[in-house]
T-cell receptor
Framework: DAGITQSPRHKVTETGTPVTLRCHQT?????MYWYRQDPGHGLRLIHY???????DKGEVSDGYSVSRSKTEDFLLTLESATSSQTSVYFC????????????FGDGTRLSIL | DQQVKQNSPSLSVQEGRISILNCDYT??????FLWYKKYPAEGPTFLIS?????DKNEDGRFTVFLNKSAKHLSLHIVPSQPGDSAVYFC?????????????FGTGTLLAVQP
């Protein structure tokens, strides 16, 4: 299994509060990704990173920001959480970006009340 | 608009028989396709992939077929085992040169009956 750790695994918080999810990898892979999974939508890309301090938007980036200050860590921040951001969030990694599989962590279940 | 579609939300198969999971896509620019398996409370696990220059790829009990003219791919599992019971996602990449951005289907829940 790819060395990917997501924390926390579960979180319940209130609307309007800031939330940060962490993804940590031990594979030294260049690319890291954040997805959300919702019923009827499969997985959708939020943001991704192609190197330290290099990030770009995905399909559903509104309301989210990311940071990558070290190769091994990729943070996803919800500046002011809304109920529509209740979801399961997955981090993924890949060695490079050239048509290759991404490997996923076990997810963070986030509930915003 | 869903660019990658899995029209069957669920599928039930007897142990030992073949499972066939289907996936359709709308954009002919996709050039790399993948299948993932997902158990509850775990992340998706990569199963098998295929490049658009091929029409078949095999790995043990898993075979993926790609029909570019029909914009259709399928995953065959032979023989099916109870441990194969999971949600299966197909995914595609390569649209607009975005080789690292995966577009996922909505998943098919496979139940393999003992």
């Amino acid at each position: 299994d790819a060395g990917i750790t997501q924390s926390p695994r579960h979180k319940v918080t209130e609307t309007g509060t800031p939330v940060t999810l962490r993804c940590h990898q031990t594979e030294n892979h260049r690319y890291m990704y954040w997805y959300r999974q919702d019923p009827g939508h499969g997985l959708r890309l939020i943001h991704y990173s192609y190197g330290v301090k290099d990030t770009d938007k995905g399909e559903v980036s509104d309301g989210y920001s990311v940071s990558r200050s070290k190769t091994e860590d990729f943070l996803l921040t919800l500046e002011s959480a809304t109920s529509s951001q209740t979801s399961v969030y997955f981090c993924a990694i890949s060695e490079d970006g050239q048509n290759q599989p991404q490997h996923f962590g076990d997810g963070t279940r986030l509930s915003i009340l | 608009d869903q660019q990658v579609k899995q029209n069957s939300p669920s599928l039930s198969v007897q142990e030992g028989r073949i499972s066939i999971l289907n996936c359709d896509y709308t954009n002919s620019m996709f050039d790399y396709f993948l299948w993932y398996k997902k158990y509850p409370a775990e992340g998706p696990t990569f199963l098998i992939s295929i490049s658009s220059i091929k029409d078949k790829n095999e790995d043990g009990r898993f075979t993926v077929f790609l029909n570019k003219s029909a914009k259709h791919l399928s995953l065959h599992i032979v023989p099916s085992q109870p441990g194969d019971s999971a949600v299966y996602f197909c995914a595609a990449s390569g649209y607009g040169g975005a080789t690292n951005k995966l577009i996922f289907g909505t998943g098919t829940l496979l139940a393999v009956q003992p």
